[in-house]
């Protein structure tokens, strides 16, 4: 009987006294005091002010790296992730393309506007009966103005609204016709990211699984609701509220992850290049399976849009002047093809996968982004 209890008592002490895999990464000197990310409406008034004035202080500090158009250091940003847009979506990288793209955004508020709050997400579920009243678009509180005003879609309140470029939408360059910001903010793409939903994702059992459920419903889910540029996925980070989007979708993953992060951690995969860009007919084969069939299997699309300011990825691109044309999402002669580098060569994503940031911060690979909390990153997501 005793050595029952010894046995009882020292297997009770090895479970107690063994950290999971999770607390191990949040112990490990590698990430000792990682950055909390936080939910933009938990925010206090003066991290939004805060927030809001870094972002601001991108878009007057001019360009440095020579990008295609690029006029201020947030048109740089922007620039990014129109040169990756065609191996940065449908494929196996386009949750790590985004992870280290809005970890480049968090880099250059510090470390040129010397920003010190948190990287805010936008809690979509929260928000998700309804982003017309979302405190993004408050008008009380500091926020990144409202929707879209008239013919054109501009933006005419908030911190942003005076802001200009020639970038987008799309791959659209007007070096002579600088454009305004441009929303078109609906409720029916929203429900695309209700609890339920993500519940859904965070469900999913395996990485094909979970990556097809969360670019499809939770992703079309900001970029439709917010419309107009936030619609188009070439040129979309021309609104500021697409970091937010992308940082809430991150944190997605990151829970997924966190589900059992032995396996998750480490599993990667998937087509690394869409058959077709975007202006030339669905991306087929999503994903990985290259069968022609659309929309594949797994892959749930937004609540179709209102027809008026797209719906990305898959709401019908309801057009309009703020989203732009067909056209815009052909990639033109002057947008070098992008380079897949680290896959040896083959269609299938793999954690060696080069995420190119051209400039804004190191490049870095897929396997280098995999946890939020390890040599490369350090951050935890609230």
């Not at 010894?6 to 999770?22: K, Y």
């Not at 405190?135 to 802001?163: K, M, R």
């Not at 910001?181 to 994702?201: E, H, K, M, Y």
């Amino acid at each position: 009987m005793l050595s029952h209890l010894l046995v009882a008592a020292l297997a009770a002490s090895s479970a107690l006294a063994a950290p999971t895999v999770v607390e191990k990464r949040q112990a490990s000197n590698k990430c000792a005091n990682p950055r909390v990310r936080k939910a933009w409406h938990k925010l206090t008034r003066g991290e939004k002010s805060a927030y809001l004035d870094a972002e601001l202080c991108l878009m007057d500090h001019p360009a440095t790296l020579g990008l295609r158009g690029a006029k201020t250091k947030f048109d740089e940003l922007t620039t990014v992730h129109i040169l990756e847009s065609e191996i940065a979506h449908f494929v196996g990288a386009f949750l790590p393309f985004h992870r280290l793209y809005i970890h480049a955004h968090d880099v250059t508020l510090r470390t040129l506007c010397n920003y010190t709050g948190p990287h805010p997400y936008w809690d979509e579920t929260y928000d998700s009966a309804s982003f017309t009243n979302s405190d993004l678009f408050s008008t009380t509180e500091p926020s990144f103005g409202g929707n879209g005003i008239g013919q054109n879609q501009c933006i005419e309140t908030g911190p942003f609204a005076s802001y200009r470029s020639v970038l987008g939408p799309g791959y659209r360059y007007s070096p002579n016709s600088p454009k305004c910001i441009t929303r078109n903010i609906n409720n029916f793409s929203a429900a695309g990211a209700s609890q339920a939903t993500v519940d859904g994702c965070l469900n999913q059992k395996d990485w094909l699984s979970f990556w097809a459920c969360a670019e499809g419903r939770p992703h079309g889910a900001g970029h439709g609701g917010v419309g107009a540029e936030m619609g188009n996925p070439v040129s979309s980070p021309g609104d500021p509220t697409f970091y937010l989007h992308h940082a809430w979708l991150d944190r997605l993953w990151a829970q997924w992850q966190d589900l059992d992060p032995v396996v998750r951690l480490k599993e990667m995969g998937g087509n690394n290049k869409m058959r077709n860009g975007f202006g030339q007919g669905p991306p087929g084969g999503f994903p990985g399976g290259g069968d022609g069939t659309w929309p594949p299997p797994g892959f749930e699309f937004p609540p179709p849009g209102n027809g008026t300011g797209g719906g990305f990825p898959g709401g019908g691109f309801g057009g309009g002047p703020g989203f732009g044309t067909p056209e815009d999402l052909v990639r033109p002669e002057d947008v070098p093809e992008p380079v897949i580098e680290g896959d040896g060569g083959g269609n299938v994503t793999t954690l060696g996968h080069v995420l190119h940031m051209h400039g804004l911060i190191p490049d870095a690979t897929i396997g280098d982004v995999m946890d939020t909390r390890g040599e490369l990153l350090c951050f935890e997501y609230e």
